[in-house]
């Protein structure tokens, strides 16, 4: 049964795997998001689905167990924030390499190293240009509301399994911990049969199945990374998600995700009031970054500011999509400091129409 | 071999005494002359057999010397990252506890990067048996030591010996697992005579058919050689485990449903 509930972003997600008919859930404590684990362990969802839920002995040991229960084409997730996020990557690059789904939710924290446990934006590279060894992709969703960390834990395991790739929910410590309400869809029942490829025992009608990342074979491996690369190219034609708002007239372009593009929403109200013609873009898929509407766009508009609670990562995907159509500015807070919405107003009218410098 | 016996003799079923298991495949093996790692596979294969699971069994690869064994296997196989088998073998386990679930791991992998993934597994208890091959040095990448190198023991990383003072004492893990309540059987064999080979088999065998009383975890190790790391030839590597090898790692059964054995 559908309900409306009022709820923590990390509980949303719990939540939302049980409903969405995931198999098991393996975690590692890490602040800001142990809420998973712990809304989970208090939920006993082995007495309402069937769902398995483990405490691991490290983030490398979680990330391997969805490895092994991916292998058996279960619906396995695991959460972690930064720094834990870091230790499987290791885990992340082999589930690519063999062509596994799973989820994996990032409730990024500052950084780098142990930072701090504030929320920020920081993980974007480490997300969208693989994270681990070798040439793989995240499919990575960006949520910007409790609503949309429970959507995109069915989204992402439907990307996940319709590729055969790790799907990654990149949300920051805000996002999880802030408490908003949301409708939580009705469950939708556990898979009962399993894609050809798992490895759920060797019957006599079949050959038997593989799940390895290794082949010693210099051509052979070539033509597996081209394939890849297919499946990539594919995401970038058909999956782009993004959001915009107020930007047929704009002039001015925020190019914000998450917790930034919330800030931004009400950014671009406060520069309009100043008169100057601001709208938002928000992607809500991180990759494939919506390259295109940028694309698009970048010959009206008269600048763009990406907005990044970091140093500047995504302003490298916003200044490849314009390719020099348009000037590219870029806005950060760091450490664990959310921008407001007037700060960046000012960032915007100063950066593009003079003023005061901000740099 | 009975000198009588004619070439027409020996085709005869009653004379076999040896075949290829069917779960075994029809590829080459890529293990050196000698090695321990094929007869492994092989028992593993026999057992799987004469159990008749090849249907409901998933075993977990390794890194290192064994990571191909899904090549050599006819069943369902994962290949891990370093260490890491334990840790998808309990996923496995828990998410199809009907089946019957291994990991065939080497000394570096699972006693050097992979010990805590195999502390926790044998910690928990979980469900699955560990083969672990204990050969002394990393063959796959050329004879490097290894947590199970014994003192003074050249490697291409102890060229003049492992000198415990500066590199550390070889690491009993068998014997530390031995200790952890989840595990229900823990077993030390090899492979390097028709003897060993048969308590391995038996060893092996119990692993598996553990896993059907849901009591904790089985460790199976079989003291191995390698020839090629160890700069010997298969005859010497074998004579050289016995005299060397076995004093550290003794063979024998070191905890039998879930009860240590007395030392005397």
Redesign the interface.
């Known amino acids: 049964m559908k309900e409306l509930k009022l709820m923590k972003g990390n509980e949303a997600i719990a939540e939302a795997a049980i409903r969405a008919g995931a198999d098991g859930y393996f975690g590692y404590p890490i602040t800001p998001q142990s809420e998973v684990l712990e809304y989970l362990m208090a939920e006993k969802p082995h007495e309402r689905t069937g769902m398995i839920v483990l405490q691991a002995e490290s983030e490398i040991a979680a990330i391997n167990m969805v490895y092994g229960g991916a292998a058996c084409g279960r619906k396995v997730f695991t959460s972690s924030s930064s720094p834990g996020i870091s230790l499987k990557q290791e885990g992340l690059s082999y589930i690519a390499g063999a062509e596994l789904p799973c989820l994996v939710v990032n409730v990024v924290r500052g950084g780098p190293g142990l930072g701090t446990i504030q929320p920020a934006q920081s993980d974007y590279f480490q997300a969208t240009k693989g994270g681990g060894h070798g040439d793989y992709r995240l499919i990575v969703l960006a949520p910007a509301s409790v609503q949309e960390m429970a959507d995109f834990v069915e989204l992402g395991f439907d990307l996940a399994f319709k590729y055969r790739n790790p799907a990654m929910i990149l949300t920051d410590g805000a996002l999880g911990q802030m408490m908003e309400k949301v409708w939580l869809r009705e469950h939708k029942p556990r898979m009962t049969e399993f894609p050809a490829w798992a490895t759920t025992g060797k019957t006599p009608d079949r050959e038997r199945n593989i799940i390895t990342s290794l082949d010693l074979d210099s051509a052979r491996q070539e033509e597996f990374n081209l394939k890849l690369q297919a499946k990539y190219n594919k995401m970038g034609e058909e999956e782009v998600r993004y959001e915009m708002t107020d930007c047929d007239d704009a002039e001015f372009l925020l190019v914000a995700y998450g917790t930034s593009a919330r800030i931004c929403q009400k950014a671009v109200q406060l520069a309009r009031k100043k008169g100057i013609r601001a709208g938002l873009l928000r992607p809500i898929t991180l990759f494939p970054f919506p390259k295109k509407p940028l694309k698009e766009m970048a010959s009206r508009l008269k600048g763009i500011l990406s907005v990044e609670m970091s140093t500047g990562q995504m302003v490298e995907d916003v200044l490849l999509a314009v390719n020099g159509q348009v000037r590219v500015e870029h806005y950060g807070r760091m450490g664990g400091i959310i921008p407001s919405p007037d700060e960046i107003a000012d960032v915007l009218e100063h950066k593009f129409t003079g003023g005061k410098n901000y740099e | 071999m009975n000198d009588n016996l004619s070439n027409a003799d020996i085709v005869k079923c009653e004379n076999l005494v040896y075949k290829r298991s069917p779960v075994m495949t029809d590829n080459v093996m890529h293990y050196c002359p000698g090695c321990g790692h094929g007869t492994a596979h092989q028992i593993i294969a026999e057992v799987i057999e004469e159990m008749d699971i090849?249907?409901?069994?998933?075993g977990?690869?390794p890194v290192g010397c064994a990571?191909?064994m899904?090549n050599y296997?006819?069943?369902?196989?994962?290949?891990?990252?370093h260490g890491?088998a334990p840790?998808?073998?309990?996923?496995?386990k828990?998410?199809?506890p009907e089946?019957y679930v291994f990991t065939y791991q080497g000394d570096g992998d699972l006693a050097a990067i992979g010990t805590?993934?195999t502390i926790?597994a044998c910690n928990r208890g979980e469900n699955i048996a560990i083969f672990f091959i204990n050969n002394g040095i990393y063959g796959m990448t050329g004879g490097q030591m290894a947590p199970t190198t014994l003192p003074n023991m050249r490697s291409s990383t102890s060229p003049y010996g492992r000198d415990v003072e500066m590199m550390g004492n070889p690491l009993r893990i068998t014997e530390l697992v031995a200790q952890l309540p989840g595990t229900y059987y823990v077993t030390r064999q090899a492979v390097h005579t028709p003897t060993y080979v048969r308590k391995t088999k038996k060893a092996v065998r119990r692993a598996f058919e553990n896993q059907k009383l849901k009591k904790g975890l089985s460790l199976v190790e079989i003291v191995s050689n390698c020839n090629s790391g160890w700069k010997m030839s298969p005859v010497q590597a074998n004579k050289w485990m016995v005299d060397n090898m076995f004093p550290f790692y003794p063979p024998g059964d070191i905890k039998l449903e879930g009860k240590m054995l007395s030392k005397d």
Request: aromatic share 4%.
């Open positions: 090849q249907a409901e069994t998933i977990i690869t990571v191909l899904y296997l006819d069943i369902d196989m994962q290949e891990a990252a890491r840790a998808l073998a309990t996923a496995v828990r998410l199809m089946k805590a993934e926790h």
